[in-house]
């Protein structure tokens, strides 16, 4: 084996290694591996089923060494965590936008959410008489673990 596929692999194991350590307990750990076989695998069927160290350096971290790039050339744990945190409740942003937009045209407002409130309601009485009765919500799920039934709901998200 040539010594810069020594060094991938080797990289590749360290990575991963340290990336799944690092991320155990985070759900987002397996789709980070999944994007980085994807880059991988893009990388290889673009050469001719190999990679040299340059090929695999830019399939892996291209996002983290502009975002060095763009902060003068170091970047922060607290610049990295801004802008992972700003990622996550954009896509947080997204799905609520994708529940709740009635239109389809990529905004809320506030006949959307009385559009979702309504649907939601629908759902949750059973019975059809127009309230909601504690019999009513369901076992488990979503509802039972984290939305106490005081109707002291602060987000008013479902």
Request: charged content about 35%.
């Amino acid at each position: 084996m040539r010594k810069s596929t020594k060094l991938a692999l080797a990289f590749a194991a360290l990575a991963g290694a340290v990336g799944t350590t690092a991320y155990a307990e985070n759900n987002a750990s397996a789709k980070m591996r999944d994007d980085m076989m994807m880059r991988l695998d893009k990388a290889m069927k673009d050469s001719d089923g190999t990679i040299t160290f340059d090929q695999f350096s830019a399939a892996m971290n291209a996002r983290l060494k502009k975002m060095v790039a763009d902060n003068g050339g170091k970047l922060t744990a607290a610049q990295l965590a801004d802008v992972l945190e700003k990622a996550r409740f954009e896509r947080m942003a997204k799905r609520i936008i994708e529940r709740y937009d009635t239109r389809g045209d990529g905004t809320l407002t506030a006949d959307d959410i009385t559009s979702r409130e309504k649907k939601v309601f629908a759902m949750l009485d059973r019975n059809n008489d127009g309230k909601i009765e504690k019999s009513e919500l369901p076992k488990g799920g979503r509802f039972a673990r984290h939305r106490p039934w005081d109707g002291n709901d602060e987000d008013g998200m479902q």
